[in-house]
Structure formats: C-alpha cells, structure tokens
C-alpha cells in the first residue's frame, strides 16, 4: 500500500451558478466531514469566492478549471494564477479534453500553465487521454507519454512529487463508458513508470494519479484501489451530493 491519499475530485464543468454552488457547498461539507479522501471540487470561476467561504473549516478544497500562464496583461477573458491564488484556490485543472478539443489548448500550454500554478503556490492536475481512434490504433501509451512529458518540462522532482495527474480516455468522458479497472490501471501505471523515468522512484510513489471518463459510486470504490490509480476526477456524477458523497467515502 502506498502512502498516498486517494482524491475525490469533481470537475463541475460549466454547471451550477454561484448561489447553487455555495448551496452544494454547504450540503455537502457535512456529508464528506469523516471521508478518508481529499475532497476537492472544481468550479467555474464566478462560483470559487462563494465556494471558498462555503468550504472554510470544512475539508473540502477548491480548484479552478482553467488560468491564464502570464501574471497579467492584455488577454482578454483570461484569469491569471495570482488572481486564483488570491480567492483562496489550492488546485487548477489543466489540459482538460474539453479545453485542448473546443479552445486548442496544446501540450505546450499545459507546461507554461503548470508552471505558473506552481510558481503561485497552486497545485496543477494535470488532464490528459487517448481518443477513441488513438486506442484503436495502439498509440495510447505513445500519446500519453507524449502529453506528460510535454507538461512537465522544467518542472523539478520537488514540484513533481506534489502534482497531480488525471488520466482521462476521451471515451470515456461523459458518455457512461468506464474504462475497465484493467485499462485505467495499466494507463495510470505507464504514467508512473514515465514519472519514474523522468525523476526517480521516489518521485513515482508520490506522484498522484488519478482515473476520469464516467466514475460512479459503482465502480469508485473497485477504481480507487488499485494499486496506481490515485482517485478520481470526476465529472457527472460530482454535480449531485449524494453521488459525489458516495465516491467521496467510497471506503466508509
Ligand atoms: P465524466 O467527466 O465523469 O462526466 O465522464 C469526467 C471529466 O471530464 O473530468
């Protein structure tokens, strides 16, 4: 067993105003009080000041969905890191398959973004995944490789060790089509040994690794206890209390 804590991760996408987020919030800050988890959720921007004060005192941290790699400047519609960082934000999910498909968001920018989210104390998760062509064609390990070692360039084995990973099959993604444990497993498990690869076994035991593509309380529990698949991040079935409590306490 290793010595890292399973993560319960809901990607909100863009649901949920911010009075229904801090609403959510509350209900289930006492729902998650005793999980063995850390609790994150991921909201859109406009929800995260209501959502940080909502979540204070509780165990649930918040993430931001998306940010901007400059500290400021002239980029219309963006968010930069030390504006997150202000509200209280403690993750950022990067590289989403939804981001790289409607808004080109490429490997190259994951790093610049990485970067900036650790430079401003945040912790990035890092999104990344095969299409359903891409593992037709036996190129999944290709691809992801591809994609982490684009995101983590420049990133040192003291940053590494603290970041998250998210492996997230395209095909998965909101279509109620889990990977098997089998598939999510070997997945996660490739991206370990390229962690281990590019810093050292230490670094791999301490890296996060989670599963995304249709995560339920059915099939929570069987994904999070393999050996390399870190917990979840999750969709769907975050935007209701009680589906999101049952992944939460999966092991309760
Ligand atoms: P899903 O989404 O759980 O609805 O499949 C996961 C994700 O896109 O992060």
Redesign the pocket.
Known sequence: MSNRVIMA?G?W?MNKTPREAVEFVNDLKDRVANSNSEVVV?VPFVCIPGVVEAAKGSNIKVAAQNCHWEPSGAYTGEVSCSMLKELGVDYV?IG???RREYFAETDEMVNKKARAILDNGMIPII?CGESLTQREQGVTKEHVRYQIKIALLGITAEEASKIVI?Y?PIW?????K?ATTEQAEEVCGIIRELVEELYSKDVAEKIRILY?????PENAKELFAMPNIDG???????LKSDSFEKIANHDA
């Open positions: 991760a990607n996408k991921g999910i989403h398959s939804e999104c998210a997230e998965a993604i909101g279509t109620g889990t995304g593509g249709s995560v339920k979840g991040l999750v969709g769907g079935a975050s």
